[in-house]
């Protein structure tokens, strides 16, 4: 196609040197934005290319009102037999994959479930897991995807928080201890039900679940030995169900929930995040924007209840036929063999996965795949440096997004250290911006002329916040089922009069090149292991577990790891705290990544009306020895012991882990 006698790439290439040209003007007087505006321009060409297509695909996708899984039916109407999912030693085609979600909907609406109700689905990385959902949102029913290493009060309540009427829960759960829990395995007996499913029986007899229906998955596992008796054994009513079209037709539309994702609460337990379908198929154009191929193989060894694996990984699948490697678990030994067995192209990422790859032994494994690029989150900057020196080839393509938020940044170039770029020219136009915050209270920081959000400038931090545009599933935020928590996220007035923006909790700084990075988390969460934490709800189990009067939770930063681990300061002036009992209650009530590392035992804490310089000042002190004269204590081999120099001394060089 031509206009004029030009081609539509010539077309766009001079719309950009007119574009260019103009913002050159205005920036005359400023050499160095020249300088950058220059220097970046072939990343911004290719940028403006991808965002464009993928504005093009949201677009049409929600124009044409596509769901995901009629998303997925066109796939499989496009290559039926070609390999949708290999797991382990399963192949799945994209028509089985089919089949089997129909099936789903068949029986749940047989059971006489319908649209708008709510099931809890709590597993392993398996292909049933996306089938469950993927079946289940056939029907209208929307699927609460839960993290299966949540105990007790969390547990209950991110099942109660979204009406869920039944459960789904993986029996393989209960082979022995899982490997979070290993640590403490002196405290169970050998090839005991897992912490989640001692977690699910007990709700269940105090009567938190007698209301839900429960459904297992097994693993031809008898009824004499099932892991919860009162459930059904779901994988055998499923061999029995149908799999025609048919029977499971319900008007479903872009704007109806998918399933709900589950984030950290800044006041306490877990928020559970609405995911549309519109916003679900969003995800996925990922695709576009990371120039993924159709033939590329896609290993996702990342937990699937997380938006990144379960809609980024999954969606690439469902939406554009991306054959995927799903890994039940993550193994940094087994990586590079499943790498070559699979003939994997692109790894998805997130938390410390790349610094456990880099720890490893050489194998010949590592110079035998094929391996473009990973992408993901939460990669430590120092590994991240050595890791391309010594997988040489390998890009590292970081990202930066929430689940429920509206801003995302991808660092398609691979970038070291950036989460992402925004070509300089559309900056100014961009519906998202950074802003100055109070340190202490973690408000906007305002023009006392204007009222609006003072922006940041090039090389100063501050949070990042997305404009709301209703009905742009790029720039929608579908909120909570917690108006409150809701209503916290927003903010009006901040880069323009009459706006509304989300605030995303994250401290981000930008260069002049428009690339940006990641500083910290705003506020009181603190993100470990992949994981993002409430410090308020550790706080709870802690003062209780305890059994002492105050306690204050915190993210402190372990030299040579991503992220911050958990650090608690209790009030304890009697000198009565009993540290076994202590760590089993903590142990039963917190998944691994929520359990303190560290902890300081204090004479006394300042709860005052500066609660948040105490707990600044805390922070800031960590777990220096050499500044605290307070009893430190670290959590090794599922114990709390004295840190003593030479223990600090291992921890701080990455001895102990």
């Not at 020196?389 to 509206?406: A, L, P, V, W």
């Not at 300089?424 to 998202?432: A, D, E, M």
């Not at 304890?572 to 209650?585: M, R």
Request: contains cysteine; positive net charge.
């Amino acid at each position: 196609m031509a206009v004029l006698g030009f081609g539509l790439g010539t077309l766009f290439y001079l719309f950009y040197c007119l574009v260019l040209g103009a913002v050159t003007v205005i920036a005359v007087r400023n050499l160095k934005l020249v300088y950058a505006l220059i220097l970046t321009l072939p990343r911004d060409v290719v940028a403006t290319w991808r965002y464009l297509r993928t504005h093009m695909f949201t677009k049409w996708t929600s124009f044409t009102n596509q769901t995901m899984f009629s998303m997925f039916d066109k796939q499989v109407k496009k290559h039926p037999r070609k390999v949708c999912w290999y797991f382990e030693d399963q192949v799945w085609t994209f028509k089985q994959v089919q089949d089997m979600s129909y099936r789903v909907g068949n029986y749940f609406r047989e059971q006489g479930f319908k649209k708008g109700d709510k099931i809890a689905l709590i597993m392993e990385n398996r292909p049933e897991y996306p089938i469950m959902w993927l079946g289940l949102s056939r029907i209208g029913v929307t699927t609460a995807l839960i993290n299966w290493n949540l105990r007790y009060q969390s547990l209950e309540h991110c099942i109660k928080i979204v009406n869920c009427k039944a459960v789904i829960y993986d029996a393989d759960l209960s082979n022995g201890i899982g490997k979070h829990t290993i640590l403490m395995m002196n405290m169970f007996i050998k090839n005991m039900p897992s912490l989640f499913l001692l977690a699910i029986q007990e709700i269940y007899d105090c009567g938190g679940l007698k209301e839900l229906k429960l459904y297992s998955m097994e693993s031809n596992r008898p009824e004499s030995t099932r892991a919860i008796p009162q459930s059904v054994n779901l994988s055998a009513e499923l061999k029995e169900a149908s799999s025609d079209p048919a029977k499971c037709k319900v008007n479903i539309d872009k704007y109806d929930p998918l399933v709900y994702i589950y984030t950290s609460g800044t006041t306490g337990l877990p928020k559970a995040a609405i995911l549309k379908h519109h916003r679900a198929i969003m995800f996925s154009a990922l695709y576009i924007f990371q120039d993924i191929r159709p033939d590329d193989v896609m290993m996702t060894p990342i937990p699937l209840y997380h938006a990144q694996g379960g809609m980024i990984g999954v969606g690439l699948a469902f939406c554009h036929g991306v054959t995927q490697v799903i890994v039940r678990k993550f193994s940094a030994s087994a990586f590079w063999k499943q790498c070559v067995k699979y003939d994997v192209t692109v790894c998805q990422y997130m938390g410390e996965i790349i610094r456990y790859l880099y720890n490893q032994p050489e194998c010949p494994e590592e110079k035998r795949h094929c391996v473009r690029f990973f992408y993901g989150n939460g990669v430590n900057l120092e590994i991240w440096k050595k890791f391309v020196e010594r997988f040489k080839g390998i890009k590292i393509q970081e990202m930066y997004g929430s689940t429920e938020g509206n801003v995302t940044l991808i660092n398609f170039e691979g970038k070291w250290g950036a989460v992402g770029c925004i070509p300089i020219w559309y900056w100014p136009f961009v519906p998202c911006g950074m802003v100055k915050i109070n340190e202490v209270n973690g408000e906007i920081l305002r023009d006392p002329k204007t009222g609006l959000g003072i922006q940041c400038q090039p090389n100063e931090v501050g949070e990042m916040i997305g404009v709301i545009v209703r009905g742009d599933p790029l720039r929608e935020f579908d909120g909570y089922t917690d108006e409150d928590a809701s209503h916290s996220k927003i903010a009006h007035n901040v880069l323009s009069k009459g706006d509304t923006v989300f605030r995303t909790g994250d401290l981000i700084v930008r260069d002049i090149y428009n690339y940006f990075y990641f500083k910290d988390r705003l506020g009181d969460t603190y993100r470990w292991k992949g994981e993002n934490v409430s410090t308020t709800e550790v706080e709870g189990i802690v003062q209780k577990s305890s059994g002492l009067k105050a306690a204050v939770v915190y993210g402190v930063k372990i030299p040579g790891t991503e992220g911050k681990c958990g650090m608690a300061a209790i009030e304890d002036p009697e000198d009565c705290l009993n540290l076994e009992e202590f760590t089993k209650e903590i142990t039963k009530a917190l998944p691994f990544y929520a359990r303190p590392i560290f902890l300081r035992v204090m004479k006394g804490i300042k709860i005052t009306g500066t609660y948040k310089l105490q707990k600044i000042e805390l922070q800031r002190e960590a777990f220096d020895i050499d500044k605290i004269k307070d009893k430190l204590f670290f959590l090794e081999t599922g114990t709390y012991v004295p840190l003593s120099r030479e223990l600090h001394g291992k921890i701080v060089s990455g001895q102990v882990k």
